[in-house]
């Protein structure tokens, strides 16, 4: 891949996922602007960046208001002329039960990860309809935003949301020849260390350990680096013809998610009273109802 001449923001790129992002996307040649809330953490990535060759500079502030949105587009065109690429990526948890959930813990996870894309997704789109020569927007979503985690309301709520914006920009934009487009991925972060039946896993990949092929295929967990290739591509001519998707990406597996459809329907001539609904379910919908969380895989698997 060649991004010489392209300039990409990345919001929470300090560390874990957004680190590997700018990293990858520093190395196909695009210039980035590396923001993170942490100065020390985006110092850093600013450094490891340049030192490998690529170019980098931070930006640090936290990503939620339209005020942040803003100067991150403006760095991005003070320091390197234009904005090709934005990768909407910072995010927070909060995590805790449906009735043990304060408004605080909704609040702060749906003001970073679902406000903070919009945000930084409509900032970046002004600038690039400005332009005139079309441009890429990545959004980062999340399983959970696909299937459900327990303890996670306000995580999934948001990445669901980031999913259901997606396809609603990928309309409006396209005729600018923008693409819209979210990623969905898995990788062992500070993230994933806080699910405890990934824990393990993420612990020895930190490690730098040989994981199970289970691992990388059947909970498709890698590192932050097997997820990061997807960026680059969407970001590239490549991905030119690529919108309105939810593409997933984890360690040896990439997968497109669908759109949410119909799995069945009835029909009743003057509409469905409360007692015709109760007779017609057990066999007309109780065999297509849909499962809630993530499933995983059989533990005969695990030693493949």
């Known amino acids: 891949m060649n991004l010489s001449g392209k300039v990409a923001v990345v919001t ?3 560390q874990g996922l957004g680190l590997a992002y700018a990293r990858n996307l520093a190395a196909a040649g ?3 602007v590396v923001n993170d809330v942490d100065a020390a953490k985006a110092d850093a990535a600013v450094k490891e960046i340049s030192g490998a060759g690529g170019t980098a500079v931070g ?3 936290p990503v939620g208001s339209s005020a942040t ?3 991150l587009v403006d760095r991005a065109v003070s320091e390197f002329g234009r904005l090709d690429v934005m990768v909407t990526n910072a995010g927070v948890l909060r995590d ?5 959930m304060s408004d605080d813990d909704f609040d702060t996870v749906v003001h970073v990860h679902l406000r903070g894309t919009f945000t930084c997704a409509r900032a970046a789109a002004v600038r690039m309809r400005e332009q005139g020569e079309g441009g890429r927007i990545i959004c980062v979503g999340s ?3 696909q299937r459900g985690t327990f303890g996670q309301t306000n995580y999934a709520a948001a990445k669901a949301g980031i999913v259901g914006m997606v396809r609603t920009w990928a309309m409006e934009l396209a005729k600018a020849r923008v693409t819209v487009n979210a990623i969905i991925p898995v990788a062992a972060t500070e993230m994933t260390r ?3 039946f990934l824990r393990e896993h993420v612990e020895a990949l930190a490690r730098g350990e040989k994981v199970p092929a289970f691992v990388r295929r059947g909970l498709a967990l890698g590192t932050p680096e097997d997820a990061a290739g997807l960026v680059t591509f969407l970001a590239s001519d490549a991905g030119a013809n690529i919108s309105g998707q939810a593409i997933g990406i984890g360690g040896d597996k990439v997968s497109l998610w669908t ?3 119909q799995a069945v329907a009835a029909y009743a001539d003057g509409g469905w009273t409360a007692d015709a609904l109760a007779e017609v379910w057990p066999t007309a919908f109780r065999p297509h109802a849909q499962s809630v969380g993530e499933p995983l895989p059989e533990v005969k698997e695990q030693g493949t």
Do not use: S
Not at 96 to 100: A, E, G, P, Q, S
């Open 259 to 261: 759109h949410p459809h």
């Open 194 to 196: 806080t699910v405890p």
């Open 12 to 14: 929470g790129a300090g």
């Open 96 to 100: 805790t039960v449906l009735w043990k």
């Open 143 to 145: 399983p959970t935003g």
């Open 30 to 32: 695009a210039r980035v």
């Open 69 to 71: 949105a803003q100067a």
């Open 59 to 61: 930006e640090v502030a």
